[in-house]
């Protein structure tokens, strides 16, 4: 089904199902408003500002979807897939990668002039049997850096920055996970990720990513000391990547703003990689969302990406939540419009 047209916003699709590789060729938003919302796409807002603004948590099935698609090139100008770079999903045998469905977003992405964030190089899921049943240790170093190399060598120049590691530190705190790679490589499997993955792709950003630290003081000077111990270590890191999957109970103010200014002075970038607001009050998110967005933008970060934007397409753990931007309709809620106000706010740029 095809969008009526706007003349202040052009659609073109191009080969639709004519090829493996379908895509979308959005001609550049360039007028005042954005399909449906009757304000600017929110893209537009930030780039004034040098700023990204991102959807997660994307998908390639998603894009059959025009009104999916549409929207997630109106609004975003970057966008990060949801598991399809997890171990698992590209690379399921030993000699064989799927390469398919991340290739098409990053086509999808390379159409409509948005950046792509590599998500899942290490998580705390989806390895395959292959790799945990090495126990060597040197055997495993080198599945993990010919995994790392064939991935950054193919996304090379389309992958902007990366999730290096995901989730090292237990949910609640309290260490390190034990997950399937510290399980061989020990604590220092974090720093080896890191050094493969910036010999693998120089030019890229290299985040750690890591949830609830906003909401849990200890989590948070946790991840503080892993990270400062990178540094100090000349661990080749570029900044921390807070998930912000905040359920029910907004940030304390000031939260963000220390810990970018923590992470400044050790020289490290923050940005929001994966906010989401999980809550049966609507009120309530909306004001999340505006508020992080908000402080989050005035403290300097200028990376920021929800994980996902429609409620079609949400992943949430409170049931019944619809945590997203857009609900099932693709019609924007209160927490789009308070986004799109803290980006208008803003003065200056970066
Ligand atoms: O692909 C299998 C399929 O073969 C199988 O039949 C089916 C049965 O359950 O499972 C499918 O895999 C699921 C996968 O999503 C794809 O749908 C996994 O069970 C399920 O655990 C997985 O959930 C993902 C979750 O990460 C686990 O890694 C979510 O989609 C994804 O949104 C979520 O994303 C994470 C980020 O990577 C890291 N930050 C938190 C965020 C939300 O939890």
Not at 250 to 265: K, L, R
Request: aromatic letters at 10%; a negative charge; proline letters at 4%.
């Amino acid at each position: 089904m095809l969008l009526p047209e706007d003349d202040r916003f052009k659609i073109q699709l191009e080969g639709w199902l004519r090829s493996r590789h379908a895509f979308i060729l959005l001609a550049a938003s360039r007028g005042k408003n954005g399909f449906g919302t009757g304000t600017t796409p929110l893209r537009k807002e930030a780039e004034k500002k040098d700023i990204l603004i991102g959807s997660g948590a994307i998908n390639p099935a998603y894009l059959n979807d025009t009104q999916f698609a549409t929207v997630l090139a109106q609004q975003f100008n970057s966008l990060s897939p949801e598991n399809e770079l997890k171990w698992n999903f590209i690379h399921p045998a030993a000699d064989h990668y799927n390469w398919e469905p991340t290739d098409r977003l990053v086509d999808f992405a390379e159409c409509n002039k948005m950046v792509v964030k590599g998500h899942g190089l290490i998580s705390s899921c989806c390895n395959p049997d292959y790799l945990v049943n090495i126990t060597d240790p040197a055997l495993f170093r080198a599945a993990m850096t010919s995994h790392f190399e064939a991935i950054m060598h193919r996304y090379a120049g389309k992958m902007d920055r990366w999730d290096v590691v995901t989730e090292a530190l237990a949910t609640q705190g309290g260490g390190l996970q034990e997950n399937d790679f510290y399980k061989v490589l020990g604590p220092n499997y974090i720093a080896e990720a890191f050094r493969i993955a910036r010999a693998a792709d120089a030019d890229a950003k290299l985040f750690i990513n890591e949830n609830m630290v906003e909401s849990l003081p200890g989590k948070r000077q946790e991840l503080y000391d892993l990270v400062s111990g990178l540094v100090a270590d000349n661990v080749p890191i570029d900044g921390v990547a807070l998930q912000m999957h905040i359920t029910e109970v907004p940030v304390v103010p000031g939260v963000i703003t220390q810990m970018v200014s923590d992470y400044y002075a050790l020289g490290l970038e923050v940005t929001i990689a994966e906010l989401d607001v999980h809550t049966l009050n609507a009120t309530l998110q909306t004001q999340i969302y505006g508020d992080v967005v908000d402080e989050a933008l005035r403290a300097g970060i200028t990376d920021i990406s929800v994980w996902g934007f429609t409620d079609k397409h949400a992943y949430t753990w409170l049931p019944g939540a619809k945590p997203l931007m857009f609900n099932e309709t693709y019609h924007a809620k209160g927490a789009f419009y308070a986004v799109h106000a803290a980006l208008e706010d803003l003065v200056s740029a970066h």
